[in-house]
C-alpha cells in the first residue's frame, strides 16, 4: 500500500515538470540517439522523483530495471528503435528525392 501511494505521488510529481532536455525538432533534425534518450530521460526523472519521496521504492525501481527480462526487453527495444529510425531516415530520404526531382523538376 505504501509503495502504491509512493509511486502515485512519484508520477504525479513526474507528470507536474517539465523536460528541458526533450526539446521540439523538425522531424529532418532528429537524430537517431534523440529517439532512443527520451525513454532514458524519462525513467531517470522517474527514479529522481520516487528517490525523493521513497529511498526504499527507488531501490525497489531499481532493482527491477536491472533484472534480466526488464534488460532483455529494453535491448529488443533499443535494436528495434534503430531499426525504425534507419527505416524513417530512409523513407524522409526517398520524400525528399521525390519532391526535388518529380514536383520541384530540380
Known amino acids: 500500500m505504501l509503495q502504491s501511494r509512493a509511486l502515485v505521488v512519484a508520477l504525479i510529481l513526474l507528470l507536474s515538470t517539465t523536460l528541458p ?16 534518450a527520451i525513454p ?9 522523483a520516487v528517490n525523493k519521496v521513497s529511498p526504499k521504492v527507488s531501490q525497489f525501481l531499481l532493482d527491477t530495471v536491472q533484472s534480466p527480462s ?19 531516415e530512409q523513407l524522409i530520404e526517398k520524400i525528399k528525392n521525390l519532391w526535388y526531382t518529380r514536383i520541384l523538376g530540380y
Open 21 to 36: 532536455e526533450v526539446q521540439s525538432k523538425s522531424i529532418f533534425e532528429k537524430d537517431r540517439r534523440d529517439l532512443l
Open 40 to 48: 532514458e530521460t524519462i525513467a531517470s526523472y522517474i527514479y529522481e
Open 70 to 88: 526488464v534488460v532483455a526487453a529494453r535491448q529488443r527495444f533499443v535494436k528495434e528503435a534503430a531499426k525504425v529510425s534507419i527505416m524513417f
